[in-house]
Nanobody, 119 residues
Framework: QVQLVESGGGLVQPGGSLRLSCAAS????????MGWYRQAPGKQRELVAV???????NYADSVKGRFTISRDNARNTVYLQMNSLTPEDTAVYYC?????????????WGQGTQVTVSS
């Protein structure tokens, strides 16, 4: 069966960095659009970043210049490098695998990993 397993979340101080990973299994990873989404308490899930099979990327305006999405098809893994974190980045971060760039995304979801930015 399809599994997306996120890791790398945690507690970090403002200005700090984290790298999230999402390991996929049960899919032909290289043909999927991989995305990171987040949901803060009381808010809707929102796009953070997506990367296509050809490694085109798209970012939410709020994270441009601070976050970087990348993929390693040999490891079936997508990453999200997060720098200059602020308390507004606090959320549960979810990995998504979809066959195209769609709004809202379909396909498969991971279970989420909590990111908390606080001093």
């Amino acid at each position: 069966q399809v599994q997306l397993v996120e890791s790398g979340g945690g507690l970090v101080q403002p200005g700090g960095s984290l790298r999230l990973s999402c390991a996929a299994s049960g899919i032909i990873f290289s043909i999927y659009v991989m995305g990171w989404y987040r949901q803060a308490p009381g808010k809707q899930r929102e796009l953070v970043a997506v990367i296509t099979p050809t490694e085109s990327t798209n970012y939410a305006d709020s994270v441009k210049g601070r976050f970087t999405i990348s993929r390693d098809n040999a490891r079936n893994t997508v990453y999200l490098q997060m720098n200059s974190l602020t308390p507004e980045d606090t959320a549960v971060y979810y990995c998504n695998a979809d066959l195209s760039v769609r709004r809202p995304p379909r396909g498969y979801w991971g279970q989420g990993t909590q990111v908390t930015v606080s001093s």
